[in-house]
């Protein structure tokens, strides 16, 4: 495996987790193979801020649960009722970057890795923003909440005017590392937006640099709910469903963080990574603080 070289004076990004609620409650047996029916998760939502080390502009990948859930469409509520699961949010994406110094409406980006309820947090926020997503989540959007009652993706998510779709036949999209598709969004090897099947359409991840000599961060999204996934040492689930709309093509994705994650100078960080959240929180990694480059 082998991302590319930095260049002369190559841009990177100085990366910070942001608090964005949890979901209490879940049941495991969706997300790892050996969990019984009755076993419960607790999972935090973590959203990244990612500041650019040369234009200082920045960039932040998924919005956590919306502060009011109750705000979310019927068929969201509908879902989480009948999972036995509950939300909470003590601070909320918006809030975490406040917290920080930084005002939501200076974001220059934001990338949503999918649309589920609990990635979406509440983009209204985002005045200066502008947001990128796969041409398949505009596909489920336009059919999305309320003109679909039993959608659960709101039609009106994204800022028509500001929002980026990528053509799935974009040009673009090339081969990264194990990846079969990855866009260098900035066109200068700083970020590359990677397409992450599996999930749900329009599942996407972001590599991005986290030095000038080769370390990089690697943040996952849904591609996996729990570490012991990438380490090989858990299956994916299926006995009470699955989290994954394609199983097959979920596990050949995390096949390939398997592989990054070997590497010593990648980190790879997951939406819902509870061990490292519980290792981080209160110590360093969350905003204003930044996550230690490898």
């Not at 920080?100 to 974001?107: C, E, W």
């Not at 090897?189 to 972001?206: F, Q």
């Amino acid at each position: 495996m082998s991302f590319p070289p930095p260049s002369a004076d190559q841009a990177y990004f100085h990366i910070s987790a942001l608090e964005g609620g949890f979901i209490e409650d879940m049941p495991l047996a969706i997300f790892i193979h050996s969990a019984k029916p009755d076993e419960k998760a607790s999972m935090p939502s973590i959203a990244f801020l990612l500041r650019n080390s040369r234009t200082e502009e920045t960039l932040v990948f998924d919005l956590g649960i919306p502060k009011d859930v109750k705000n979310t469409p019927p068929a969201v509520q509908k879902a989480v009722a009948a999972a036995g699961a509950k939300c909470t949010v003590p601070q909320d994406v918006r809030q975490s970057l406040l917290k920080g110094g930084l005002d939501p409406a200076k974001v220059n980006h934001v990338v949503l890795s999918h649309v589920h309820f609990d990635h979406v947090g509440d983009p209204t926020f985002f005045t200066g923003a502008t947001f990128i997503a796969h041409t398949e989540t505009r596909d489920l959007l336009q059919n999305g909440y309320p003109k679909n009652p039993d959608s659960q993706y709101p039609s009106d998510l994204y800022p028509v005017e500001r929002t980026i779709y990528i053509e799935a036949d974009d040009p673009k999209w090339q081969p990264l590392g194990p990846f079969p598709k990855a866009y260098d969004y900035f066109g200068d090897g700083s970020a590359y937006i990677v397409d992450a099947p599996g999930h749900m359409p329009g599942h996407i991840n972001l590599l991005a640099r986290t030095s000038a000599n080769g370390g990089w961060a690697y943040l996952a999204g849904d591609s996996a709910h729990d570490w012991r996934l990438i380490t090989g040492e858990e299956k994916v689930g299926t006995l009470l469903g699955c989290a994954h709309e394609c199983k097959e093509d979920a596990e050949e994705h995390i096949a390939r963080l398997s592989e990054i994650e070997k590497d010593e100078k990648v980190r790879v960080l997951l939406a819902h990574g509870g061990p490292w959240y519980e290792a981080s929180k209160g110590v360093k990694g969350f905003w204003p603080e930044t996550i230690e480059s490898l």
